[in-house]
């Protein structure tokens, strides 16, 4: 068996979400995003460019304990309000896409019908 040059990915391994903390971090914010408990992406890690709360670090204001205590709180809160357990996208489904079908069908009336009077 040949050894791959592509390295091995944990891109696909699910997220837990973090343990409530008096001190939460950034980590933690992005942790529950990726974990799926906002309700609105798949439990898979995300890996993101710059990480949350970083342009805060570089104004010279990191966000406090406080302020990422509430942003993890309102990112949870709309999914568990309603009752939801999961959002769409836990469900692997998004629906027959309508719109984008009709209108490659309707283009391709007028093409045929417009052929077919340049040809007669």
Do not use: Y
Not at 25 to 37: F, H, P, Q, V
Not at 78 to 101: E, M, S, Y
Not at 102 to 118: A, K, Y
Request: net charge negative.
């Amino acid at each position: 068996m040949t050894k791959s040059d592509i390295p091995p990915t944990h891109t696909i391994n699910p997220i837990d979400q973090p343990p409530d903390s008096d001190a939460p971090t950034a980590a933690m914010l992005k942790a529950d995003i990726d974990s799926g408990a906002s309700g609105d992406k798949t439990e898979v890690f995300d890996p993101g460019m710059a990480m949350l709360g970083t342009c805060e670090e570089a104004s010279g204001t990191p966000l406090t304990p406080a302020q990422l205590a509430w942003a993890r709180r309102q990112e949870t809160f709309h999914r568990w309000k309603n009752g939801l357990k999961t959002g769409i996208a836990h469900h692997k489904r998004d629906g027959f896409p309508i719109t984008f079908v009709g209108f490659i069908v309707f283009v391709g009336v007028i093409l045929v019908s417009g052929i077919s009077m340049v040809r007669t």
